[in-house]
């Protein structure tokens, strides 16, 4: 599939100056102004392990069987599905040994300088509002490098949508027609600059159109939602609005050719990665969200804790707050258990950064703990030297190469 640059519609006010991207989304012909919004969630399990080692949320949905029962499933369930899918759709592409592993370059005469400048503007982006990532994207090939920058794009637009200070502007409508743009990115019919740079990546990559969509359906999610009854709903909103950057990004960043893992399982470990990031991120705001009338934790949970919606508006930390907050830790940190095992399968170049942004996140964590639970009032943040101390152990561990022998199940 060639991008079809002429069709490009590339308006002065859709170019970031670097202190907002998103100058310009257009709903229909209307263009969206918009600045950085610090609450943004692009700058990334109550219930129990089964034998095989995944870890299943309680709450389900009723479907029927082919045979005609009505059975149950839940949002984890439905979510692996979907990785199956994807690791299908990409099986092949990903395990190539040629180190770059994009289709050659379909020349567009007078246009690649388009599309160059597309790439950089993705690039600074990418580099105003996700520093540490970014400069690990440094380390992956060009082409991989530029391809996560189109993909972190489009992302943090559509995050924007809705987290963005014109969300109040936002309807269903207007994301179906974000939908209909995203489905011509993929036919290579870009509407501007940072759709054409998406367009030309998902040309070159066996990038699949699923996330994307998936994650448009946590925009809708968040406009038509502000609680979430038990985990399983929440499984299901963390998996749309940042699982999908996990399995989005794995066909970018490609899978060691010496790896003996599953490429579901390594899917699996995107996934557990999107998830533990936008967990850890919840945590880390709950006083933010709540300012916003928002409740991002599940209400079963709280209830079974005595706690209710009234404590989080009033910011109270007392023991009962902790005992929950030790709880909902303590499932993020298995979710990035569970990441670490798929990292270390990824292609050498990919490793590092993916490393460091697990670290990092992780850490949060650490520093809600340290913060006694206040995440009313205070924002758990690693500190710079924090940060420094993290990349060079990111980057030991990116030197271990992948398993040698499976041991990696589709379900683990
Ligand atoms: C582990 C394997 C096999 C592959 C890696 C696959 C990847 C890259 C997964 C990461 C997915 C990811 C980055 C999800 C985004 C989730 C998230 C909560 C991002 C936070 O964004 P912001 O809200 O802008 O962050 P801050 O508010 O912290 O700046």
Known sequence: MSVALAQVNVSPCEVSNGTGFLESVREGNR????????????????????????????????????????????SEQKVYDVVLKQAALVKRQLRSTDELEVKPDIPIPGNLDLLSEAYDRCSEVCAEYAKTFYLGTLLMTPERRK???????????????????????????????????????????PFDMLDAALSDTVSNFPVDIQPFRDMIEGMRMDLRKSRYRNFD?????????????????????????????????VYNAALALGIANQLTNILRDVGEDARRGRVYLPQDELAQ????????????????????????????????????????????????????????????????????????????????????????????KSLVPPTSTRTLSPLS
């Open 305 to 396: 804790a005595g706690l209710s919606d009234e404590d989080i508006f009033a910011g109270r930390v007392t023991d009962k707050w902790r005992i929950f907050m030790k709880k909902q830790i303590q499932r993020a940190r298995k979710f990035f258990d569970e990441a670490e095992k798929g990292v270390t399968e990824l292609s050498g170049a990919s490793r590092w950064p993916v490393w460091a942004s697990l670290l990092l996140y992780r850490k949060i964590l650490d520093e809600i703990e340290a913060n006694d639970y206040n995440n009313f009032t205070r924002r758990a943040y690693v500190s710079k030297p924090k940060k420094f101390i993290a990349l060079p152990i990111a980057y030991a």
């Open 147 to 189: 391809a996560i920058w189109a993909i972190y794009v489009w992302c943090r637009r559509t995050d924007e949508l809705v987290d963005g200070p014109n969300a109040s502007h936002i309807t269903p409508q207007a994301l179906d027609r974000w939908e209909d743009r995203l489905e011509d990115v993929f036919n290579g019919r």
């Open 31 to 74: 263009i969206f102004g918009s600045s950085r919004h610090r609450n943004s969630r692009f700058s990334c399990l109550g219930g129990s392990r089964t034998k095989n080692g995944r870890i299943f949320s309680v709450r389900s949905a009723i479907v029927a069987t082919p045979g005609g029962e009505m059975t149950t499933m839940t």
């Open 233 to 265: 709903e929440l499984y299901l909103y963390c998996y749309y609005v940042a699982g999908t950057v996990g399995l989005m990004s794995v066909p970018i960043m490609g899978i060691d050719p010496e790896s003996k893992a599953t490429t579901e399982s």
